[in-house]
């Protein structure tokens, strides 16, 4: 069975800087997708970044570029999003997902929320001074 857990969530102040990770478990494979969604307060859940299992090609959106970065450690099984500069509208709680890399897309392609099946719970990022 597919575990995913998310930590690292806290109050970051703008201009800040936060690293969340994210650990899953439980795939039979070695290569899996890792995604942060995010959901702010009345909004839609959205995706934030995914890294692919096969290559870590990475896929950010456009709202992050340059300030979120997303990594993958497999000798720990661990994807961390560093978290910088933070703007208050990026406060939301942040999902990790995971699902088993189908190399056929590109990761842009992947990086879609329904397409994740193994979710964790989510962790907390208030943005404020």
């Known amino acids: 069975q597919v575990q995913v857990v998310e930590s690292g969530g806290g109050l970051v102040q703008p201009g800040g800087s936060l690293r969340l990770s994210c650990v899953a478990s439980?795939?039979?494979?070695?290569?899996?997708?890792i995604g942060w969604f995010r959901q702010a307060p009345g909004k839609e859940r959205e995706r934030v970044s995914c890294?692919?299992?096969?290559?870590?090609?990475?896929y950010y959106v456009d709202s992050v570029k340059g300030r979120f970065t997303i990594a993958r450690d497999d000798a720990k099984n661990t994807v961390y999003l560093q978290m910088n500069s933070p703007n208050p509208e990026a406060q939301a709680v942040y999902y990790c997902?995971?699902?088993?890399?189908?190399?056929?897309?590109?990761?842009?392609?992947?990086?879609?929320?329904?397409?994740?099946?193994?979710w964790g719970q989510g962790t907390q990022v208030p943005v404020s001074s």
């Open positions: 997902a995971a699902e088993q890399t189908h190399p056929a897309e590109t990761i842009q392609a992947r990086c879609v929320l329904a397409d994740f099946v193994s």
């Open positions: 890294i692919s299992g096969s290559d870590e090609d990475t």
């Open positions: 439980g795939f039979t494979s070695d290569h899996y997708d």
